[in-house]
């Protein structure tokens, strides 16, 4: 069975490594497409890349090797190719260089990765391949509700598709709106290779109390709601220090936190390796994840499986993985004050209180999100898809 997945102009998603690690002892093989991620993808039997090097030349010689390719060898199939593209109004070379190596190597099933990509690859079908969507993140929760030719892009291919994938039940109810046969949609949460977050039930003795947050630069992070929550603290005379990886701060973060006098209390960090990132999840008393939007955040899985506390705002589906009080705390969205109260009532816990949640946590990472449970799972999903009308 062969599955194709586009890598687009960045690697591909930690749910697509994760599986890519796990695939070895499968009859399945992967093709990557897209840019070429040789250091996130090392090779494997069974994982090949044919991406390309993201410059200028090398894309142009690699669109023109595949073009030779299937002028000699098969003609036929990229003049409907190009008649089914012109119709669909994306017959340009930022396509082609796409498309041409994935008709040339004709994988069973395409697996698409952002939803927003859609309209590239509907032509697929007409050559027998499958096709299955990942539902995760911004582009289902709210890019449709944005953008509404995005969302009529969405009912026009939605119902069309073979399969979904959803990174959580909530998220798979969404795609519902947009003509989604909820038959065709398996929840396969997120997995982790639990050998590499040791867990450790140890809390900090630091007098200062350590709030962590990691996330990309985007409003959906809601980390404006998080510093409000930090200004709450401050005011009450906590002693903390809320560190945020992954932002970069515009002017408006950085007058916020001027103007709540909060710039000895909180550190911004862009960028960090991931070694360093897993260390600061490891010495921090609690994440905090203040998100409005979110499928299922994989960051909230590692601490849970490192033994760090959660403290999440209950959006998307992080409800199906914490439950309040008993492996995690979840507050509502938008709510400073919720935040605030949260993490005061963890820095007051007794060891014994916090202990018995991290335990609780990592046994849920345990029960639900082994690595192993996630790649059974896909793999069943590719071939149900791929012989449902044999």
């Given at each position: 069975?062969?599955?194709?997945?586009?890598?687009?102009?960045?690697?591909?998603?930690?749910?697509?490594?994760?599986?890519?690690?796990?695939?070895?002892?499968?009859?399945?093989?992967?093709?990557?497409?897209?840019?070429?991620?040789?250091?996130?993808?090392?090779?494997?039997?069974?994982?090949?890349?044919?991406?390309?090097?993201?410059?200028?030349?090398?894309?142009?010689?690699?669109?023109?090797?595949?073009?030779?390719?299937?002028?000699?060898?098969?003609?036929?199939?990229?003049?409907?190719?190009?008649?089914?593209?012109?119709?669909?109004?994306?017959?340009?070379?930022?396509?082609?260089?796409?498309?041409?190596?994935?008709?040339?190597?004709?994988?069973?099933?395409?697996?698409?990765?952002?939803?927003?990509?859609?309209?590239?690859?509907?032509?697929?079908?007409?050559?027998?391949?499958?096709?299955?969507?990942?539902?995760?993140?911004?582009?289902?929760?709210?890019?449709?509700?944005?953008?509404?030719?995005?969302?009529?892009?969405?009912?026009?291919?939605?119902?069309?598709?073979?399969?979904?994938?959803?990174?959580?039940?909530?998220?798979?109810?969404?795609?519902?709106?947009?003509?989604?046969?909820?038959?065709?949609?398996?929840?396969?949460?997120?997995?982790?290779?639990?050998?590499?977050?040791?867990?450790?039930?140890?809390?900090?003795?630091?007098?200062?109390?350590?709030?962590?947050?990691?996330?990309?630069?985007?409003?959906?992070?809601?980390?404006?709601?998080?510093?409000?929550?930090?200004?709450?603290?401050?005011?009450?005379?906590?002693?903390?220090?809320?560190?945020?990886?992954?932002?970069?701060?515009?002017?408006?973060?950085?007058?916020?936190?001027?103007?709540?006098?909060?710039?000895?209390?909180?550190?911004?960090?862009?960028?960090?390796?991931?070694?360093?990132?897993?260390?600061?999840?490891?010495?921090?008393?609690?994440?905090?994840?203040?998100?409005?939007?979110?499928?299922?955040?994989?960051?909230?899985?590692?601490?849970?499986?490192?033994?760090?506390?959660?403290?999440?705002?209950?959006?998307?589906?992080?409800?199906?993985?914490?439950?309040?009080?008993?492996?995690?705390?979840?507050?509502?969205?938008?709510?400073?004050?919720?935040?605030?109260?949260?993490?005061?009532?963890?820095?007051?816990?007794?060891?014994?209180?916090?202990?018995?949640?991290?335990?609780?946590?990592?046994?849920?990472?345990?029960?639900?999100?082994?690595?192993?449970?996630?790649i059974n799972k896909m793999i069943g999903l590719y071939s149900k898809t791929l012989f449902f009308d044999k």
């Open positions: 069975m062969k599955i194709a997945v586009y890598s687009g102009e960045i690697p591909s998603t930690t749910f697509i490594e994760r599986l890519i690690h796990g695939l070895e002892r499968s009859d399945c093989h992967v093709l990557l497409f897209g840019v070429k991620a040789s250091n996130h993808y090392p090779n494997k039997k069974n994982v090949k890349n044919f991406g390309y090097r993201n410059n200028r030349f090398f894309k142009i010689v690699y669109l023109l090797s595949y073009w030779l390719r299937l002028t000699i060898f098969r003609n036929r199939d990229k003049k409907r190719l190009h008649l089914k593209l012109k119709k669909l109004s994306r017959y340009h070379l930022n396509v082609l260089i796409k498309v041409y190596p994935v008709l040339w190597y004709k994988p069973d099933i395409f697996h698409i990765q952002w939803a927003k990509g859609i309209q590239d690859w509907m032509w697929v079908q007409d050559f027998g391949i499958k096709i299955i969507l990942s539902l995760r993140g911004a582009h289902i929760n709210y890019s449709p509700l944005a953008d509404r030719n995005l969302a009529e892009v969405y009912k026009q291919n939605f119902p069309k598709l073979d399969a979904f994938h959803a990174v959580s039940n909530a998220i798979g109810k969404e795609a519902v709106i947009y003509g989604a046969d909820k038959n065709k949609i398996l929840t396969i949460l997120s997995g982790l290779d639990l050998k590499s977050f040791p867990f450790s039930k140890r809390r900090s003795k630091s007098p200062v109390f350590r709030i962590l947050s990691i996330g990309r630069d985007h409003w959906k992070k809601g980390y404006h709601y998080s510093l409000d929550a930090c200004s709450k603290l401050k005011n009450q005379g906590m002693d903390f220090h809320y560190q945020i990886v992954g932002l970069n701060p515009d002017f408006e973060v950085l007058y916020q936190l001027k103007d709540s006098n909060l710039e000895s209390h909180v550190k911004i960090e862009s960028h960090l390796p991931m070694d360093l990132v897993r260390f600061y999840i490891q010495e921090a008393d609690v994440l905090l994840l203040p998100s409005i939007e979110e499928g299922i955040a994989n960051v909230v899985l590692e601490a849970m499986a490192l033994g760090t506390l959660v403290v999440s705002s209950d959006c998307g589906g992080m409800n199906e993985v914490i439950e309040h009080k008993v492996n995690g705390l979840l507050v509502a969205v938008r709510d400073p004050e919720a935040i605030a109260e949260a993490l005061k009532e963890v820095s007051e816990m007794t060891d014994s209180t916090y202990e018995t949640i991290v335990m609780n946590a990592r046994d849920t990472i345990e029960r639900q999100h082994d690595i192993e449970e996630m």
